[in-house]
């Protein structure tokens, strides 16, 4: 198939090239090369192109930037995914769209299914739940795809700062009271490159099984990697005020992918044993980290 990724250059993106490349002829767009607010550009990237899928993983994802830059969160998130998802159904592409936990509150103290009500509780989780709503308006043969806590071998993560941090001998405080689910970037493209084979449309939540706190997280790294001497606090989210609010357990289950064919996305500590153990060096050694 013909498949136009948007976001190319992130790290899911750049994960979706690595997973699809050898399957389908692939179109992916870094934001330089295509500003997803704009929609006379988004037309014509989409007929130029005619891609028989599109997965817009484009995305504003600076959490906090986002209370004082709404504007710019709306514009792609919001907006950018309208564009996207107007010319998908104009051309009968399919389009994943690729969304958050951060659509929901927290307030539910247990992991969140596919048929929970959404409730954002910062613009970042706004901007992105209209983006879930424009797609299921505009475009019939959709899949919505929320994740959470992303990581892999592209860029900047909780994962390679924790490493730095780590090896660096930096004292660390970790929060022990905000619950999500870790999720490898790698194993989330591999999750869109099964539906994208599919005729299963609807809302997905793509994220590694289980759950764990971010000092559970920070923790499973350093003992994996058998990091000595490091100084880390267990403290509350309360030491760390910032200016977006975020949900105390956003831990997502994912009950919809059993049953249709695809692989459901193993459990987060195995996931994340492959990543320091396989991925990331390898990435060190290619210099894949910029």
Known sequence: MKVLITGAGGQLGRDLIRVLAARHELHALTRGQLDVGDDTAVEAVVNRIRPDVIIHAAAYTNVDGAESEAEAAYRVNSAGTWH???AAARSGAKLVYVSTDYVFDGAK?????EGDKPNPISVYGTSKLHGEKFVSML???HF?????WLYGRSGSNFVTKIIEKARGASPMQMVGDVFGSPTYSYDLAELIG???????YGTYHGSNAGVCTRYQFASEIIEFLGIPDVRMEQVTAEAFPLPAARPQHSALADTEIHGIGVTPLRPWKEALHHFLQADWPAAQDAGDRQ
């Open 84 to 86: 996207m998802a107007e």
């Open 144 to 148: 919505i795809v929320r994740t959470s």
């Open 194 to 200: 099964q539906l994208i084979e599919t005729e299963h």
């Open 139 to 141: 475009c019939e043969r």
């Open 109 to 113: 103290g247990a992991p969140y299914t």
